[in-house]
């Protein structure tokens, strides 16, 4: 006997960089009757397309993709923002029968999205005094004082990245709470599938070197050197993305390009670990195979789990 279309549930794909997630979201979308949501951040910006690994108008095969290309390079990336534009993309596509896809590697995004998170405001005053320290003593000093109030907190966010530890410390400092305390419970807002696409970690990282080769060969660095024209090494989130930071800095004499290629390949092998840890930590995560060997099943387990009835 057979049963009635299930109505349409937000989708979830997520896990760590070239696990193949643009792919299994067209394909989902198309099978079901769905658009994608973009929940990578360094797509929302414009002209950030072959380092980003931006899915070309011929792969997304006709399937409607929202949230790609909408922030200059100047912009500074907000999840607050991102929270108000995906919820309103997917509240539309749920009030027109049709699947809402969210296809993306960035974790707070993608909880921003689907998930009870509320974001505490920012105190001027506070923010202002971090910013001068983090110029005057640098990201490590304010990363070690980070870690030592949270330790969650200074596991997750790089040493490096200056503007989320001042942004965590800010957070303490404005909630006397730790930074991680303000994150969600995994209490969704939608009723939510979650897929994560599993690739063991040497296909992974041979995947990663793949795709790093192919981003140079497709004019990487010209599309870096268009972009710097445009603010890029302003933009305080867009300059650090992965490949862009290191062709940047090749670009400004302080590296070669063949050592910003390898570069970038092993910051990217390093986030690909931190996606999938932070990925883990979430027991909502159906975890897939995707390894080439398995891409057929992978579809159909795919097709077999969002399908599923509802279970209370």
Known sequence: MSSA?????????VGPTAAGKSDLGVFLAKEL???????????????????????????RAGIPHHLLDIWDVTVTASVAEYQRLARAEIDRLLA?????????????????????????????????RLEEELAMRGSGALHARLAA???????????????????????????????????PGHDSVYDTVQIGVDVARPELDDRITTRVDRMWEAGLVDEVRTLAAQGLGEGRTASRALGYQQVLAALAGECTEEE?????????????????????????????SGAVAERGELQDRAIALVERPVTA
Do not use: C
């Open 260 to 288: 910003a290629r390898a570069e970038t390949v092993r910051a990217t092998k390093r986030f690909a670990r931190r996606q999938d840890s932070w990925f883990r930590r979430d027991p909502r995560v159906h975890w897939l």
């Open 149 to 183: 109030a949270d330790p969650e907190a200074g596991a997750a966010i790089l040493p490096s990245n200056g503007r989320r530890i001042v942004r965590a410390l800010e957070v303490i400092e404005i909630t006397g709470k730790p930074f991680t305390a303000n994150l």
């Open 5 to 13: 279309a299930p109505a349409p549930r937000v989708i979830a794909v």
């Open 33 to 59: 009757g769905g658009e994608v949501v973009n929940a990578d951040s360094m797509q929302l910006y414009r002209g950030m397309d072959i380092g980003t690994a931006k899915l070309t108008p011929e792969e």
């Open 96 to 128: 027109e029968g049709r699947w809402p896809v969210l296809v993306g590697g960035s974790g707070l995004y993608v909880r921003g999205a689907v998930d009870k998170m509320e974001f505490p405001g920012t105190d001027p005053e506070i923010r202002a």
